[in-house]
């Protein structure tokens, strides 16, 4: 049996926490046969191969007496680059736990308790739903709403170095005045509105345009502003920081992806580029 979940792209600019892309990367976790302790057999740089690593961690807080098995865990998704690999680690465990112990969790369940491991619903909710969803959490209530993404490329620049959620956090302020808050929730009304009628000219306005995280957080990213640049003169709606960076992702029309990606590599940047498209499945469970 093998479980399939995808990275996700969180915030789009002025969506800060509660919305989110799914994206065509993606962690597999094969189920091998039961074991007398856990094995979680990997290539992943400083991450437990026992019961110690997250996905089985995550698995024995949903079901704490299933059998351990021997478990093959791949991942495309960077760690620490702000594409939810965390996220996804999460959902799988989740779904471990749910065939394991024949638990028969329903999806807006499993979206509970991915919720309440990870914190931030714009994470994980992509990841178990796919597509383009935009959640919320007040008190206990939690609500999302799943919605196609208009047909664009992606093209993420994904840095050599990591960045801290903690880090990215930090820089952020304590509080907003109320007139920039208004401001802030205007701009991102308009591009959640936007997104969800297909204009990715005014999407991608807003998206440039947040007050939320971004004006605090570009500066941790060296090479934001040059890739904005550059993607701007090729004609992209949008650059933004993905989730809590370092991931730089530019929104562009599907035939100037290549041109974009061929200008940004003349930059000689430290990392890697990536054309992408949105997952349209989210987490799959094939037999």
Known sequence: ?????????ANIGPGFDSIGIALSLYLEVEILEESSRWFVEHDLEGVPTDQRN???????????NIQ???????????LARGLGSSSSVIIAGIELANQLAN??????????????????????APALFGQFVIASQLDNQLD????????????????????????SRNVLPKQLSYKQAVSASSVANLAIAALL????????????NDHFHEVYRQKLVKEFHIIKGTAKSEGAYATYLSGAGP???TLC?????????????GLDLNGQLVSLSIDKQGLQVIS
């Open 253 to 265: 029309p599907t035939e100037k992806v290549d041109s974009l990606i061929k200008h940004l590599e």
């Open 1 to 9: 049996m093998l479980i399939k979940v995808p990275a996700t792209s």
């Open 247 to 249: 991931t730089v992702m």
């Open 54 to 64: 997250l996905l089985v961690e995550t698995a024995l807080r949903v079901a704490p």
């Open 103 to 124: 638990l028969d969790l329903s999806i807006e369940r499993k979206f509970e308790l991915a919720n309440q491991f990870e914190g931030h619903p714009d994470n994980v």
């Open 197 to 208: 009628s297909g204009d990715l000219e005014k999407a991608g306005r807003a998206i440039e």
């Open 144 to 167: 999302y709403v799943q919605a196609p993404f208009p047909d664009c490329g992606l093209v993420a620049f994904i840095p050599n170095y990591e960045l801290k959620t903690s880090d």
């Open 68 to 78: 351990p098995h021997h478990l093959i865990m791949r991942s495309e998704i960077p």
